[in-house]
């Protein structure tokens, strides 16, 4: 009888988290906001000739790594931030012949593909804990690096708490693993500051067991267009090449490319629209008496309590998504909630406002 291999089998199925799109959805991260209109434009002159012959991605590789400083060498475009990890992990992750596996390594509550993957191709999934405060446990992960440590992986800012790592403490690790492949994984960090003083993107050049993660899903509006960037050394990126499928990024995502980033004010705009609702979900939260973390991304988690499931049921009903982070390891009756545009932000708090008596009075 065929059978899968045993780290395929013994995996959950994942399933895509939409739960609707019936409502405003603030449960995905996603920029409701929109993408540029100059991608829309660009999208619409589309001939036939574009999407009927194979894309050629080392076009769009050029174009990101001048925006970034890079060496075309150094990025690799995938189809999506998921593929980039699939790619990064399957490199350098597997089983030993001693059966222990390679270990990755990483602090929950975090992204939920990092032990996913990491099972799947059966290597020893090593979870640290993050504190009360769900910061990243630096000494934690100090104490735990070890020869068997093949892939670290840390998301910052963090999803689901919207935290930010300090940029020395993520070379910390970097440099305490020199024979593991460190992701840091940036699909957030435009939200940090219009400058992006946390991206380790200038540290490439100094370390080589360095990689960084960006995508064009959040800040950009392209989420559906399936675009992630993964840099790194030149000669890593090289060994991901040979893995990577040629034809993964499609001709559509790359004819966005760039005027996705050529308009910077585009993307500016937006940025400073997330900042101010994010600071009116967090001034709320305070006057509610409700535990936040301080997000560095377009979304922000709260804490409501063990009725964490009627509150996303009731602000269900009044038409807008939320997500119930409980399932993750520290976010007990916690909720993650994108940040609105500011003509969509009057009604989310008002909707939280209504919500959270129901939850109080449940």
Same mark, same amino acid.
């Given at each position: ?11 959950? %199925?994942?399933?895509? /988290? ?20 100059? +991608? ?20 769009? $590789? ?7 400083? &890079?060496?075309? $060498?150094?990025?690799? &475009? ?9 790619? &990064? ?19 929950? /509550? ?8 990491? !099972? ?11 504190? $009360?405060?769900?910061?990243? %446990? ?25 935290? !930010? ?17 460190? &992701? ?17 993107? %200038? ?45 993964? *990024? ?23 629209? *997330?900042?101010?609702?994010? $600071? ?31 509150? +996303? ?50």
């Amino acid at each position: 009888m065929l059978k899968p291999r045993a780290s395929i089998a013994g995996l959950n %199925p994942y399933y895509s /988290p939409i739960v609707s799109r019936s409502g405003l959805s603030l449960d995905l991260n996603e920029s409701v906001a929109g993408c540029s209109p100059r +991608v829309l434009a660009r999208l619409r002159s589309l001939s036939a000739a574009d999407v009927s012959l194979y894309p050629q991605r080392e076009i769009g $590789e050029r174009l990101v790594a001048d925006f970034l400083g &890079l060496a075309p $060498e150094q990025v690799l &475009l995938t189809n999506g931030v998921d593929e980039a990890l699939s790619v &990064l992990f399957a490199s350098y992750l597997g089983p030993n012949d001693d059966g222990a596996g390679d270990e990755l390594l990483f602090a929950d /509550p975090t992204f939920v593909m990092y032990p996913m993957l990491g !099972a799947a191709l059966g290597a020893k999934v090593v979870r640290l804990r993050s504190g $009360e405060d769900l910061t990243l %446990p630096v000494a934690d992960f100090m104490a735990r690096i070890s020869p068997r440590t093949r892939v670290i992986a840390v998301a910052n800012p963090n999803n689901p708490t919207g935290l !930010a790592a300090p940029r020395a403490d993520l070379l910390k690790i970097a440099e305490a693993a020199p024979d593991a492949a460190v &992701l840091i994984d940036e699909a957030y960090v435009e939200f940090c500051g219009e400058f992006c003083d946390e991206t380790l993107i %200038p540290d490439l050049a100094s370390h080589p067991n360095l990689f960084v993660a960006r995508t064009f899903s959040k800040v950009y509006g392209l989420a559906g267009l399936r675009l992630g960037v993964l840099t790194g050394a030149a000669k890593q990126i090289d060994y991901l090449r040979r893995f990577c499928l040629p034809f993964n *990024v499609n001709a559509v995502a790359l004819a966005s490319l760039e005027e996705a980033l050529a308009d910077q004010s585009f993307v500016h705009h937006h940025v400073a629209q *997330v900042k101010q609702g994010r $600071e009116r979900l967090t001034q709320l939260f305070s006057e509610l008496g409700l535990r936040f973390w301080p997000s560095q991304a377009n979304f922000v988690l709260v804490r409501v309590g063990t009725t964490a499931k009627v509150f +996303v049921e009731s602000m269900q009903r009044r038409g807008i998504l939320v997500r119930d982070s409980s399932a993750n390891l520290g976010c007990d009756g916690c909720v993650r909630i994108t940040v609105g545009t500011p003509s969509q932000m009057d009604g989310v708090l008002q909707a939280i406002r209504e919500a959270i008596v129901e939850v109080r009075r449940s």
